[in-house]
């Protein structure tokens, strides 16, 4: 098992970046991790995911090439870089685990963090 628990959210503008972490209590290692995403008035969506050891990473279309997932596994944290934010990344953003065995990438992650608001002026 394993709680998580996602900083770093706030406003900031258009073209700005921002870093998103995801501490975690637990056998942090043993987990992939993901970030997701909620907007207003949408469905949640996937955004990045990492496998246990960092050698395998994957995107969305909407935040490749501007997002980097990462994670520290000595630190227990899981990291998610922003970069050239646009308003439309605005949404609270999730962290997320899912356990091994999982197919790449992962598609059932049983552990959320609670979210972290950020928002991208224009």
């Known amino acids: 098992q394993v709680q998580l628990d996602e900083s770093g959210g706030g406003l900031v503008q258009a073209g700005g970046s921002l870093r998103l972490s995801c501490a975690a209590s637990?056998?942090?290692?043993?987990?992939?991790m993901g970030w997701f995403r909620q907007a207003p008035g949408k469905e949640r969506e996937f955004a990045a995911a990492?496998?246990?050891?960092?050698?395998?990473?994957y995107y969305s279309d909407s935040v490749k090439g501007r997002f980097t997932i990462s994670r520290d596994n000595a630190k227990n944290t899981a990291y998610l870089q922003m970069n050239s934010l646009k308003p439309e990344d605005t949404a609270v953003y999730y962290c997320?685990?899912?356990?091994?065995?999982?197919?790449?990438?992962?598609?059932?992650?049983?552990?959320w963090g609670q979210g972290t608001q950020v928002t991208v002026s224009a």
């Open positions: 990492i496998s246990v050891n960092g050698g395998y990473t």
């Open positions: 637990g056998r942090f290692s043993s987990y992939a």
């Open positions: 997320a685990a899912a356990p091994r065995p999982y197919k790449w990438p992962p598609v059932e992650y049983n552990y």
